[in-house]
């Protein structure tokens, strides 16, 4: 079945710097990668997604990258705030076969002021 | 228009004990999922329905049941609660049809088995 792998497990930035987080999945079946939002004690909150026939989505300060031969995907933050502190998850499933999501380990995200 | 409720929000339990944990969507989405959430391992589905009347197994199964008589209602039950199943579990549901992949998750609910 599907792995995700997600790195790093712990990220720490300065206030308007950039960062990266990476995921590695193992099924080359898998089409659909979100991205979710995780505010200590809150529920997950979609917050990008991209499909297997696209390579790169954006929306403001946020993009997604697809590298569909390496099998890995990237969420990037720009200008990063201190609102985005929070732990994030990708994770992978095949579109329009039951939407059932493998997630990665999670990254925690610090934005220090 | 509430979204997606769960309940009980936390609940202790003692081991042997046997639970229901509630999730109800008002969305009228056909798909629904449960998910179990542990530090360091992310969210692990453990079961899910992809419309009423029919359910299926994820990764983590074991110990675990659900049915789906109506729509909006996916209940969760453990028989016969063990302490790994100490854990923060999410509800979640998706509408079918359409292009959208996103899945909505409920509030969660907070499981200590002792």
């Known amino acids: 079945g599907e792995n995700v792998e997600q790195h790093p497990s712990t990220l720490s930035v300065q206030e308007g710097d950039s960062a990266v987080i990476k995921c590695t999945y193992s099924d080359s079946a898998s089409n659909y990668f979100p991205w979710y939002k995780q505010e200590l004690g809150k529920r997950p909150q979609l917050i990008i997604d991209?499909?297997?026939?696209?390579g790169e989505k954006k929306d403001q300060r946020i993009a997604v990258t697809l590298n569909k031969t390496a099998k890995h995907f990237s969420l990037h933050i720009t200008e990063t705030q201190p609102e985005d502190s929070a732990v994030y998850f990708c994770?992978?499933?095949?579109?329009?076969?039951?939407?059932?999501?493998?997630f990665g380990q999670g990254t925690e995200l610090s934005v220090k002021p | 228009i509430a979204g997606i409720t769960q309940a009980p929000t936390s609940q202790i339990l003692a081991a042997g004990r046997r639970m229901t944990l509630r999730c109800t969507q008002d969305?009228?989405?056909?798909?629904m999922y449960w998910y179990r959430q542990d530090l360091g391992l992310g969210l692990r589905l453990i079961h899910y329905?992809?419309?009423?009347?029919?359910?299926g197994k994820g990764e983590v199964p074991d110990g675990y049941s659900v049915s789906r008589a109506n729509t909006d209602d996916f209940p969760l039950t453990l028989a016969s609660a063990v302490p790994s199943q100490t854990s923060v579990y999410f509800c979640a549901s998706r509408p079918t049809g359409g292009s959208s992949e996103t899945q909505y998750f409920g509030p969660g609910t907070r499981l200590l088995v002792l």
């Open positions: 991209i499909r297997s026939n696209v």
């Open positions: 994770a992978a499933s095949k579109y329009n076969q039951g939407g059932k999501l493998i």
């Open positions: 969305m009228r989405h056909n798909a």
């Open positions: 329905s992809n419309t009423a009347g029919t359910t």
